[in-house]
């Protein structure tokens, strides 16, 4: 397992944009595939995008393809999400994940229960 510490949340009106980081803790990070999750109140914990332990490859939930770009720095241990375009919809504790690189390549990459270390969320506030 890793340690992850999100940052970078905050308040912004619809339409703008954050960049949320993720940091990372351990020398085997570049081995790690890593997500982003959001929960909103009263809702389920959602996929939004993952990246694979290069970061050569990335996946989106659909709602977020062309406005959210995921990427990471191995070097920095740290992975990143820009998000544009937001939407008072989008309203959430956004969530960083890592999981073992083999599951970026499976049908389970957006199943929460994959991931067995987990950040303790950042708060990302969009307002209409």
């Known amino acids: 397992q890793v340690q992850l510490v999100e940052s970078g949340g905050g308040l912004v009106q619809a339409g703008g944009s954050l960049r949320l980081s993720c940091a990372a803790s351990g020398r085997t990070f570049s081995t790690y595939g890593t997500a982003w999750f959001r929960q909103a109140p009263g809702k389920e914990r959602e996929f939004v995008a993952t990246?694979?332990?290069?970061?050569?490859?990335?996946i989106y939930e659909v709602s977020v393809k062309g406005r959210f770009t995921i990427s990471r720095d191995n070097a920095k241990n740290t992975v990143y999400l820009q998000m544009n375009g937001l939407t008072p919809e989008e309203t959430a504790v956004y969530y960083c994940a890592a999981a073992a690189s083999g599951l970026f390549y499976s049908a389970l990459y957006s199943d929460s229960r994959g991931y067995d270390s987990w950040g303790r969320g950042t708060q990302v506030t969009v307002s209409s």
């Open positions: 990246i694979s332990s290069g970061g050569e490859s990335t």
